[in-house]
């Protein structure tokens, strides 16, 4: 299983940020993808956590895409309707707090439902 952290966006005619500074951005996104995959590969070996820096709504994928809520927010609805997303609070990736996202996770794993697009 994938799943994908978007944080920021650098293509397209919307390219929203995290902090403004893309080097911060890889940073901050790269630890939350870290400190996520150290907490899901204890419960679930075999996830992979990559940072998505390029995400483009034309081109659908099967992935679970962890979002960033301002990006989602920026984002006309009917271009992430073909994607499995889950928000997540813009101050979760800032701070690397992955409680949100495990627990989303593990609510969208047993089905029920999670704010998926």
């Known amino acids: 299983m994938n799943i994908k952290v978007v944080g920021d966006i ?3 005619k ?6 403004g500074n893309p080097i911060v951005d890889d940073v901050l996104i790269q630890h939350f993808c870290d400190r996520l995959k150290e907490k899901l590969n204890s419960l679930q070996p075999s996830v992979d956590i990559i940072p998505d820096h390029f995400f483009d709504a034309t081109k659908p994928c099967a992935d679970i895409i962890l979002m960033d809520r301002r990006i989602i927010d920026d984002l006309p609805d009917e271009l992430l309707m073909n994607f499995k997303i889950i928000d997540i ?5 800032l701070r690397g707090n ?3 996202a495990v627990n989303a996770l593990k609510r969208y794993d047993s089905g029920k439902h999670v704010f998926a697009m």
């Open 10 to 12: 650098r293509v397209g």
């Open 14 to 19: 919307i390219q929203p940020s995290l902090t």
């Open 89 to 93: 609070d813009h101050n979760d990736i």
């Open 98 to 100: 992955i409680t949100e």
